[in-house]
């Protein structure tokens, strides 16, 4: 991974803080040219009201930050991290409260309602801990479609709605869930190097491809049988319901090790699998959970199993330009004018 440090002084940009503002959060509203900062524990729910409808990009320092009440616009939401670094001492982007995606009602030239006429198609969200869950709003049974989540933690994403095109990455998830017996569909979901906790609640129509990921408890509805969902190159730390897929992944249990025809290993044992002592399925955000034998148990694709192999290797660092300190001059206002100084810290590579 290789890191580009900047540092620029910006004049002329709208500003909705006096000169006398103080509070360390704030959000960056890109929209074409016009760039607007925003500042306070409400500073991301400032920038989303002030947002197009699509291509709005807000960037988060780190802080704490309060969640919009419902994302109906296609907006792309990026934080320093979940976690602090501690190489440059940058806490983590904290939104409180949950995120929900849900299309809204719209009313057409003729004066007629649109149910879920604006929908939150290609929502983008990374680098933030939310302390809540992902939430998937329904409208009329309009899907969410589109959404990655990149580089996160969340207690849960939680359907309330069906999806399309989901992509999980690089994060950290509690569970993916939906109320039981409702009945909603996951489509063509991908979670890859992903720390998840169990998936459940979804119908067996449901697409989930899970890859290069820790998975420690496939379901508490025990009910359920799975066999839409597919494994692949992951650790399990419990085995899938009857039904599942699996292929070149490592199955955590007591037993005398070996290998079936599909590549997968059964009985491995935790003890000597990670390269840091009492890494296991416990959640923590902190742990990297690297292989200690890579060598030994590769994937279908050439790469090691787990987090560190596939296309999308453990990465916490957001890729956008994160912002890890902020200067304001205040000593002259020419025409409202403020200049702004702010670091800021990226990475080429996903």
């Known amino acids: 991974m290789r890191k580009i440090f900047f540092s620029f002084v910006a004049a002329g940009i709208a500003l909705t803080a006096s000169a006398q503002q103080t509070d360390k959060q704030m959000a960056t509203l890109q929209s074409g040219d016009r760039t607007t900062v925003f500042y306070g524990v409400d500073a991301l729910k400032q920038a989303y009201l002030a947002a197009p409808d699509t291509l709005g990009v807000i960037t988060l320092s780190a802080g704490d930050f309060s969640a919009p009440a419902s994302l109906s616009k296609s907006v792309a939401i990026y934080g320093v991290g979940f976690e602090r670094d501690e190489a440059t001492g940058t806490n983590r982007t904290c939104v409180k409260g949950n995120i929900e995606l849900k299309p809204v009602d719209t009313v057409n030239e003729d004066g007629y309602t649109v149910y879920g006429g604006k929908q939150p198609n290609g929502v983008h969200l990374e680098g933030l801990y939310v302390d809540g ?24 994403l939680y359907h309330q709605a069906n999806s399309k095109d989901v992509v999980i990455r690089q994060s950290h998830i509690g569970n993916i869930f939906c109320s039981l017996n409702v009945g909603y569909i996951a489509q063509n979901m991908l979670v890859s190097n ?27 509805n025990m009910d359920h049988e799975f066999e839409a969902y597919t494994y692949t190159n992951s650790v399990l730390y419990k085995t899938p319901q009857t039904g599942y897929i699996a292929y070149n992944c490592v199955f955590v249990a007591s037993g005398t090790p070996r290998q079936d025809e599909n590549g997968n290993w059964y009985g491995v044992q935790n003890a000597g699998l990670w390269a840091a002592e009492g890494e296991d399925g ?6 990297d959970f690297a292989l200690k034998y890579p060598n030994r148990y590769m994937g279908n694709d050439g790469t090691q199993v787990g987090l560190h192999g596939g296309t999308y290797a453990w990465n916490k660092i957001p890729v956008l330009p994160r912002i890890t300190e902020c200067t304001i001059d205040t000593s002259d206002v020419p025409n409202g004018t403020l200049k702004v100084s702010i670091k800021a810290e990226a990475q080429t590579k996903e």
């Not at 416990?282 to 742990?287: M, P, R």
């Open 194 to 220: 992903c720390h998840l906790g169990y998936i459940d609640g979804l119908t067996l129509s449901s697409t989930i491809v899970v890859d290069h990921s820790i998975l420690r408890d496939e379901s508490l």
């Open 282 to 287: 416990t959640y923590a955000e902190d742990k």
């Open 133 to 156: 869950d992902v939430r998937l709003g329904n409208n009329h049974d309009v899907p969410i479609c589109n959404l990655t989540i990149a580089k996160c933690h969340a207690d849960r």
